[in-house]
């Protein structure tokens, strides 16, 4: 099966956004998790508008968790394989953007 796909780089904009925000924290005393703002700013905000634009209806990710939509809205749910639930990396995306993400590896145990 061929999929279209695109490679993106957002190494500026992780530089520029994620890295100073968390030194401002860092500096704060705070310890905060750059994946939990990397995850809510780029990956899964930049890179759907920029999908969506592009013709694209869903964004893959290989996290361990699930999307489920429920009376008509999406929510985050558990992986299949607690070992590897990564919910918690997902949990401050806007809800408005979980109808675009597909997580496959949720649905599985890894062996």
Same mark, same amino acid.
């Given at each position: 099966m061929k999929a279209p796909y695109h490679v993106m780089n957002y190494i500026k904009v992780y530089k520029n956004f994620i890295v100073s925000n968390l030194l401002n924290l860092f500096s704060l005393g &705070? $310890?905060?998790n750059p994946d939990i703002y990397c995850n809510k700013y780029i990956k899964f905000c930049l890179l759907i508008k920029l999908a969506s634009k592009r013709g694209f209806l869903k964004v893959v #990710? =290989?996290? &361990? #968790? +699930? $999307?489920i939509k429920k009376n008509r809205v999406y929510s985050i749910y558990k992986s299949n394989d607690q070992a590897k639930d990564q919910t918690y990396f997902l949990? %401050? $995306?806007?809800?408005k953007y979980l109808k675009f993400i597909f997580l496959? *590896? =949720? %649905? *599985? +145990? +890894? +062996?």
């Open positions: &705070y $310890i905060p #990710a =290989g996290h &361990y #968790a +699930k $999307i949990s %401050f $995306i806007k809800n496959p *590896l =949720g %649905f *599985l +145990k +890894k +062996k």
